[in-house]
């Protein structure tokens, strides 16, 4: 009852947005203000960055948040940040750290699940079509898990595949049914059409984030010619129907200059992407290519570069490898997030292939409680630096300690790696990092004679 009030007193304050979408959003974030409180679980750093957002006209973030609201259907906006901030924010995680208190585990604000292991197209490297009509998620299973997690106080889904529009009806579905929850996909964007995009106008909470990983040459010759003029025309029809949607980008040694250029980045503002969120190549899997980790040099040219573009450009990045010291280092193993795979295995990071728990045989909570997953809570963080925040990429012996003492399998859909294969690629590449990270590190945080604090490394 409270949340629907709550909710109805939003939506009165966005009955001010047409008319004057800036000046009037202050009124929207008074109330939220209003309902959050003053505690360390009403997220004041994050609603007083959005009200500084608001108010300081000239800056990247004013103008994102101008895009925002007039480019962003209302209604949809409307739905997003009701779903946002009351649910699983406010309401969410105070609900969710009762449970964490109680139990002494971590309850995820966000689930990665994967409807199927199937895909529609047949890129280089990518095992799903090959491989990937063989498993699937019901849609009695997902719906199950996103009750169990809204029980938890978890209202934020996120699909992952293979890939999950091939599962689209489900997904609608889903959607329509859970409309307090938001939900995101994953998604190569061949599969988004008039049909869907009148329904995510119609559901308001599902925002597509497409997988881009550089201009057409590079796509295409990963994904199939013709792509890239898919995906640009998937853009552009979620344009024309003002609706939100970002980009995923996944850099690599052969990519990394070209996804952290201004023409790169312009171009996905002109096509209308809101946010941006960087992905750093993992050398997971048998076919996995260790020549694609980018060098230390190119690590550290991507820290740089996308604070230099924050400061220039009208879209939110995030770079989750390099960004560690905004979250505290690693998220994964239910303290921010984990992953469920197409078999229903519980993996405590989506890039991390090793479960103790399948949700066909435990619950959520039962699946927090495992030993694996108690291992992650019990461990975090695991480097007080955190520029080397995960337990896999920059400090492998942490991973291999997990797995080998809490017995977890591999979970990997293809073929079984073992922790030490695994963790083998990441030694050289952990090695090779540390010096780095750690001048960044004490750099970045004002060392004593460094003259650059945020730029370094040069």
Known sequence: ?????????????????????????????????????????????????????????????????????????????ETLLSNFFINASLTGWKKGDEIRQK???NVPWAILLDPTSACNLHCKGCWAAEYGNKLNLSYDEIDDIIRQGKDMGTYFYIYTGGEPLVRKKDIMKLCEKHNDAIFMCFTNSTLIDEEFAEFMLRAKNFVPVISVEGFEEATD??????????????????????????VSTCYTSANVHDV??????????????LFIWY???????KDAVPELLPTP???????????????????????????????????????????????GDCDPCVFIHYSDSNIREKTLLEALRSPLFQAYHDGQPFNENHLRPCPMLENPDKLRGIIKS??????????EESVD??????????????????????????????????VVGK
């Not at 010759?221 to 344009?239: D, F, H, I, Q």
């Not at 952290?260 to 312009?266: E, K, L, M, R, V």
Request: hydrophobic share 35%; net charge positive; charged share 25%.
């Open 103 to 105: 139990y002494n585990c």
């Open 297 to 343: 040099e190119q690590r550290i040219h991507m820290y740089n570069r996308i604070r230099e573009m924050r400061g220039e450009k009208a879209i939110f990045m995030m770079d989750f490898q390099n960004d560690g010291e905004y979250v505290g280092g690693c998220i994964a193993g239910g303290r921010r997030y984990l992953h469920i795979n197409a078999k």
């Open 260 to 273: 952290s250029t201004d023409a790169y980045i312009d171009q996905l503002i002109d096509y209308g992407a």
């Open 406 to 415: 809490t017995g977890a399998h591999s979970s990997d859909v293809t073929a």
């Open 279 to 285: 992905f750093h190549y993992m050398p997971i899997g």
């Open 221 to 246: 010759s990963r994904r199939g010619n013709g792509t890239y003029k898919k995906v640009v025309k998937a853009m552009e029809l979620l344009k024309s129907h003002h609706l939100p949607f970002g």
């Open 1 to 77: 009852m409270l949340n629907a009030v709550k909710k109805f007193a939003i939506g009165q304050a966005f009955n001010y947005i047409e008319k004057d979408p800036i000046k009037n959003l202050t009124k929207v974030m008074d109330m939220v203000d209003k309902f959050a409180g003053d505690g360390p679980q009403s997220f004041p750093r994050q609603r007083k960055a959005i009200r500084d957002a608001v108010n300081n006209e000239g800056t990247t973030t004013h103008k994102l948040v101008e895009r925002i609201m007039t480019e962003i259907d209302v209604g949809f906006a």
């Open 421 to 454: 294969d695994l963790c083998a690629k990441c030694d050289p590449y952990a090695a090779n990092w540390a010096p780095s990270a750690d001048q960044l590190w004490s750099c970045s945080h004002g060392c004593a004679g460094c003259g650059e604090k945020q």
